[in-house]
């Protein structure tokens, strides 16, 4: 499977980075299967923007959590990480939460919107996807292909 990954550098060798801010899957290293994504993730970065591209090989004794799409389970999961609670998980899989679906979220938590508002205004943005790596091991399913440059 090819992986991209957007930024503002070469990452040859991806590492788990604890820094920032919570996100979606907790830290690690995000990839997309969606190209444009990864493109959208790069132009989001200060001075180059880079978009790496990855070969990656599933391998079976990794402990995996994969959501198909959104659902209340990938509700919960996202709204648990995204502050600050961790997870047992090597890798992660699912739709994103961009910052628009974030703020349903937290429109949610906070009580602002029901459940179901929720997903009557997340229903309709466009497809997302990422594969979060959250430990060295889960890394190593992943070898450095080519970048390119926007």
Not at 5 to 22: D, K, L, Y
Not at 69 to 81: G, H, K, Q, R, T
Not at 99 to 126: H, P
Request: charged share 25%.
């Amino acid at each position: 499977m090819i992986l991209y990954h957007g930024s503002n550098v070469i990452v040859r060798h991806p590492e788990i980075r604890v820094a920032g801010f919570n996100k979606d899957f907790g830290f690690g290293f995000y990839c997309t299967q969606i190209e444009q994504q990864a493109k959208r993730w790069a132009l989001t970065k200060k001075a180059k923007h880079i978009v790496c591209v990855y070969d990656y090989t599933p391998h079976s004794e990794l402990k995996v959590k994969s959501f198909p799409e959104m659902s209340e389970e990938w509700l919960d999961f996202v709204a648990n990480c995204r502050h600050g609670e961790s997870h047992a998980f090597d890798i992660v899989e699912g739709p994103m939460a961009d910052d628009e679906v974030w703020d349903y979220v937290e429109d949610f938590l906070s009580g602002r919107i029901s459940r179901e508002a929720f997903w009557a205004l997340a229903r309709f943005k466009r497809p997302t996807h990422q594969i979060l790596f959250c430990t060295d091991r889960a890394l190593k399913t992943l070898s450095f292909k080519s970048y390119y440059s926007l």
